[in-house]
Structures are given as structure tokens and as C-alpha cells.
């Protein structure tokens, strides 16, 4: 009975091995396929992250459009366009040279003759500061 009950004994630990192998072996596939669902779960959640980030940026370019079109309209309803502001300030510039224009040629006799007059008329007097120094 002895051989026999160790016979027993050792085919139950050959078992009971064989039992825990594949436990063991079922534990690793377990967790092989864990690591796999957690890996393909930090793709989705990079993938998604990405997206939201390019969807972010695309409604950043759409507002940026936007506010450009609609600062547009409203420089062309108040301000006309950069051609209309350059010939106004063109035209602006040629009236105030052309009054300028004027003015020297309605002046030009008047001051020639205030400038010969302070040239040529000249009274001589000694300075005041003479008096001091020579008394």
C-alpha cells in the first residue's frame, strides 16, 4: 500500500505541476493580453488626443478667418481700401503744396522787400555792455 499511495502521491503531483503550469501559463496570457488592451487603449487615447488637437487648430484657423473677413468688410465700409487711403492722403498732400505754392508767390514780393530793407537799412549804435567796460 505504501508504493501504491506514493504512486498516487506522485502521479497528484505530477497533476497538480501540470495543473499549476497551466495556471501559470493561463496567468501570463492573461496579463500578455492585459498589456496588450492597456497598449491599444494608450493608442486610442494618443489618437484621440491628436484629433482633438488637430480639430482645435482647425477651428482656430476658421476663427482667425473669420475675424479677418469680417475686420475686412469693415475697413472697406469705413476706411475704403489701402488704394483709396493712399490717393486721399495723395490728394490731400498736392492741396496743402499747392496753397503752399500760393502763399510763397502772393508773399515772395513782401518779404524780398523786408529782408532788403533789415540788409541795407543798418543804424550803427555802440553796445550798452561798452559803457561798463570803459568808462
Known amino acids: 500500500q505504501l ?20 495556471g501559470i501559463q493561463q496567468l501570463l496570457t492573461a496579463e ?3 498589456a ?3 497598449a491599444e487603449a494608450r493608442k ?4 484621440r488626443i491628436k484629433q482633438a488637437r488637430e480639430e482645435a487648430q482647425a477651428e482656430i484657423e476658421r476663427y482667425r478667418q473669420e475675424r479677418e473677413r469680417l475686420f475686412r468688410e469693415y475697413e472697406a465700409k469705413y476706411m475704403g481700401s489701402k488704394e483709396d487711403v493712399a490717393a486721399k492722403i495723395d490728394k490731400n498732400a498736392q492741396i496743402l503744396i499747392q496753397d503752399l505754392h500760393r502763399e510763397v508767390e502772393n508773399n515772395k514780393e513782401k518779404v524780398l522787400a523786408e529782408l532788403l530793407d533789415l540788409v541795407c537799412n543798418i543804424e550803427p549804435e555802440v553796445h550798452r555792455n561798452y559803457f561798463v567796460m570803459n568808462p
Not at 44 to 47: D, L, T, V, Y
Open 32 to 34: 500578455k493580453r492585459a
Open 44 to 47: 486610442r487615447k494618443a489618437k
Open 36 to 38: 496588450e488592451k492597456v
Open 3 to 22: 508504493q501504491l499511495n506514493v504512486r498516487k502521491n506522485g502521479f497528484n503531483n505530477k497533476q497538480t505541476m501540470a495543473s499549476q503550469t497551466q
